[in-house]
């Protein structure tokens, strides 16, 4: 299984090209869009998200991770190999979060080019066919360079601050949600939020907190928009708090 | 076929998520993203959408339907066979208004619960995985248990509302066109509109209605933004009239 | 290899509708989106960007091509061969660009239309059915009449104007980047723009010209959205000028 995790957006035809590629070059193998509205240009932010994103994804799976701003500067291509996925993308940070908090990783710099790479869309032109080759399992001996780490890596702590704001309103934290328990508030936007474990157990529009389905402590509201009920935006920050033995962030 | 029915949006990664088990689960089975912004948390529109889409897909296709406001409460997982359809979601009343108005159904509760079932997630954890098995004919007669009906049911009646907006200012209804013919009038934010064949019988910018392509009374304008035009918003109440022998709604 | 290229958007059912009769008629062939945003109605614009789209597609691709206002009347339904591409779309100058830039081009008019053909979804009904007969090659003698060229043909000069803003801010123009050197200046919006060959070639939010990936001269800025910076919108015109030697536009 080929996953796309990129910044490209859906309206544009940069997603399409690169699949065009995929397919082509991986037949019959199956390309996923996990998702392409990482915050444009923030590499730290889609590092958080893609190492919240890919557990729930089978053994074996090839991300292809685009979030590139210094596409077509010196920046290295990165192959990662992370618990059993497999992670190209320019190596930048964007895949040291997934890696860093890995039981194991093994990591390669690209050393093949194209004929014909342009300057501004290696997600077309380098990594899908790069990605392809893996997910085809086709050698590429001559093609990877063993490496002990990126040249590029994030702090690998939480982030305790707004990564991500979902259609319906609930805004992700970087904060996983192994730190957090019931007994615990959330501060956010000014405000002392309760837990709850599912939207039914608020009262209709109030804000909570909770653990998602990505492991990440979530700000939500029962049938109403959190984010645009306590303002809140990408980066603002927020703090667990109030319980004994309180964990602050 | 897999067909994905819901409110999740584009831009979140729940789509993503949801296909990686999918395709996991039925591999080489295709699947089709017919529709992922039912508005936020309305069954009873999405109820009355998806009956009006379903008949052009194939026999055996399984529709995924989430539109879950309910999740992680008591709300019962239902699977319906409708006329060749499948049909797997939430017991909240979406799957209820294409059930009862086939010709022939077949209702049953979903008995399995996945381990690790999320809290908010079960589009992912449970109605993917149940569609898959649907979908390769694995036997689930241990996880399915025939009821007579699901426990809620919408009016099966037409909705003279406004049902959905489309991008280029499409105003659909939920009136059949079945129930509407050339000399009626649809009097809708004050306005008595024509009924015109196709968009090109209309003059630039003049709003009127039609039967879409989906079998439901639309409001339209030739090249230009009818629900704009005319300040038209889902849930906006319509009247079909005017004509000898005209039905009211 | 299937290719969508329409003005369908991404949230409306119509993507859905016609990749579902796509994987049915054409079982197991790949389905790629490569555009549903061409500004409505645009066909024109259409053309331009899908020239420009179509030269990294392998070959034997067959794009099914879909912006088409007149659905329903008079205007004929096209195939067209272009250099080992295929495409399919109404006659009214969507395919005429790629076409009369091609090196060699053949055209049909398509003379079958299905039971039950709606009067304003062709792109499900008649082109994507007669998409999957090309892409799986089935004979179509009896469908297709010869045609020494489309009916509606648009001027094939080079568009100086914004033709496309994607979601980073990237102004595409109609220009293609063979004509344009590192010497030139482009002027957009009463200001003369200088070339930079990557993003990080630029200072911070400094507004330039470069060639994209695509081929076509294209308004940039490094880690800021050009057009908003610039008030950039579709249809505004811009000129290549400046260099000794100079091509006016």
Same sequence: chains 1, 2, 3.
Avoid at 218 to 245: M, W
């Amino acid at each position: 299984m080929l996953v796309l995790f990129t910044d490209y957006g859906w309206s544009d035809p940069y997603v399409g090209q690169m699949k065009a590629v995929l397919h082509t070059r991986a037949p019959g193998m199956p390309v996923v869009d996990l998702f392409h509205d990482v915050p444009d240009f923030n590499a730290h932010s889609g590092a958080q998200l893609l190492d919240a994103l890919c557990p729930t994804f089978p053994e074996g799976a090839v991300f292809v991770c685009v979030v590139d701003p210094g596409v077509g500067s010196a920046r290295e291509a990165l192959v990662a190999e992370v618990d059993g996925h497999w992670f190209v993308g320019p190596d930048n940070g964007l895949l040291s979060i997934v890696a860093g908090r890995g039981r194991a990783a093994r990591y390669w710099h690209i050393r093949w080019r194209p004929e014909g790479l342009s300057d501004t869309f290696h997600g077309r032109d380098l990594f899908a066919p790069v990605a392809a080759r893996l997910a085809t399992r086709e050698s590429m001996d001559s093609w990877l360079e063993t490496i002990p780490a990126p040249q590029v890596q994030f702090d690998l702590a939480d982030l305790p601050r707004v990564l991500y704001i979902d259609h319906y309103g609930n805004a992700w934290t970087g904060i996983r949600g192994g730190l957090a328990g019931p007994e615990d508030y959330l501060e956010a936007a000014g405000q002392r939020l309760p837990w709850r474990r599912i939207f039914a157990d608020a009262a209709k529009g109030e804000p909570f907190w909770h653990v998602n389905s990505n492991g990440l402590v979530e700000i939500s509201a029962n049938r109403g928009h959190a984010a645009g009920l306590l303002g809140l935006k990408v980066g603002d920050r927020v703090t667990l708090s109030g319980s004994p033995g309180s964990r602050s962030h």
